[in-house]
Structures are given as structure tokens and as C-alpha cells.
């Protein structure tokens, strides 16, 4: 075998194995997003090409459909299979969209797994170093001292020396008032004698003033006598 021989085989050996291994490991998703973007820019691009040349083999029919009838018939066929290649774009690109979104989702939902059991895995570690008998005992204590504490406070907060019955003490409070104003009433001799004899008649206005004076000079009394 010559060395030219040798030489094609070795690079194509080496270039098998290369784009085997790569094949086994494959891709990554956002390797696969990367790549599926491009595709859909380039072939977005290619149908806005395909729409202007449509659009030009359009205006020469026009402009040759009385004069040169066989260019605009030229024309016409090469619209048409412009616009069977932009229709065929446009299912490529409804593929391409289809998979690329699933790979999309594929991946979020690959990290959001991850994440999960990222979580979980500190969660875990985290409760290793919980004793479930220890925390049932920290809550009881929890529970006792806050029961102590309110014992404390309702403590605090009560009445000092004994308890008075509302209704005694107001009824008590009634005998000294009435005893107070009985001797009252003894200290001004008491109530006024009422004449035997027949008083003369005295006019209304007269009788109104007498009358006003006198309930004047017993409210004074009773006003000295309160105050002595």
C-alpha cells in the first residue's frame, strides 16, 4: 500500500473515530437550540428571497403577457416552482419551530428537575441532623414555659389584698347618705309647723313671691347647714 494510501486511511480512520465519539456523546440541548435557531434564521431569510423573486417573476408576466407571450409563460412556470419551494420552507420551518420548542421544554423541565432534587438532597442533609424525640421534647418545653409565663402575667396583673362585693359597698354607701341627710334635717329643727289658723289670702303674684322666697330661704339653710 503506498503511503498516500496510508495516509487517506489514517485520516479517515482518525475522522471516523472522531465523529463517533462525538455521536456517542452527543450534543447538548442548548447545543441543539443554538443549531435549530440558526436553521430557522437562514431559512426565514431564504423565504424573504423566494417573496421578492416571486414578486419580479410576477412583474414580468405582467409586462410580457401582450407583447412577448412566451416570456411571461417562462415567468409564470418560475413563479411557480418559487412558490413551491417557499411553501415547502414553511413546513421546514413549522418542523424545525415544533422541535425546537419541545427541546425547549425538554431542557427547562431537565433543570427544574435538577433543581428539585438539588433541594431535596439539601433538605435531607439538613433533617439528618434533626432527632425527631428532641424536637417533641423542645416543643413540650416550648409549651410549658409559655403556660408559666401566663400564670406569671395573670399573677402580675390581679387584684391585691381582698375582694369587695360591688353591690354591699353601694348599698352601704346608700345608709351613710341617708343617714347624713336625716341629720341634716335634725340640725334645722326639723320640719316647719304647719299654722292652725286660717292665713289671709294674698294675691297670686303675692302668693307666687312668698311662696319663692320661702323655698329660697330653706334651700340657704340647708346650704349652711351642709356646710357647717
Known amino acids: ?20 465519539h462525538r455521536s456517542r456523546g ?9 443549531k435549530l435557531r440558526e436553521t430557522e434564521e437562514m431559512l426565514t431569510k431564504k423565504q424573504d428571497y423566494l417573496e421578492k423573486k416571486i414578486e419580479q417573476e ?22 411557480k416552482r418559487l412558490e413551491q419551494q417557499l411553501t415547502q420552507i414553511d413546513g ?4 424545525i419551530e415544533f422541535q425546537r420548542e419541545a427541546l425547549e421544554n425538554s431542557h427547562t423541565n431537565t433543570e427544574v428537575l435538577k433543581n428539585m432534587g438539588f433541594a431535596a438532597s439539601a433538605m435531607k442533609k439538613v433533617h439528618d441532623n434533626m432527632d425527631i424525640g428532641k424536637i417533641d421534647d423542645l ?32 348599698a352601704e354607701l346608700a345608709e351613710l347618705e341617708q343617714e347624713e341627710l336625716e341629720n341634716n334635717m335634725k340640725s334645722m329643727g326639723g320640719l316647719p309647723s304647719v299654722p292652725s289658723s286660717k292665713l289671709p289670702s294674698a294675691k297670686p303674684a303675692q ?9 329660697d330661704e330653706d334651700d340657704m339653710r340647708m346650704l349652711e347647714s351642709w356646710a357647717t
Do not use: C, W, Y
Open 139 to 170: 416543643m413540650q418545653d416550648i409549651t410549658e414555659q409559655q403556660d408559666v409565663a401566663r400564670e406569671i402575667s395573670e399573677a402580675i396583673s390581679g387584684p391585691f389584698g381582698e375582694a369587695f362585693d360591688d353591690d354591699e359597698l353601694l
Open 58 to 79: 410576477l412583474m414580468i408576466a405582467k409586462k410580457n403577457g401582450t407583447k412577448n407571450k412566451r416570456a411571461a409563460l417562462q415567468a409564470l412556470k418560475r413563479k
Open 26 to 34: 452527543g450534543p447538548s440541548a442548548q447545543e441543539a437550540i443554538h
Open 1 to 20: 500500500m503506498s503511503k498516500i494510501a496510508k495516509l487517506f486511511k489514517g485520516s479517515s480512520g482518525s475522522s471516523s473515530s472522531s465523529k463517533h
Open 92 to 95: 421546514t420551518l413549522s418542523t
Open 207 to 215: 302668693r307666687a313671691t312668698t311662696k319663692k322666697r320661702v323655698e
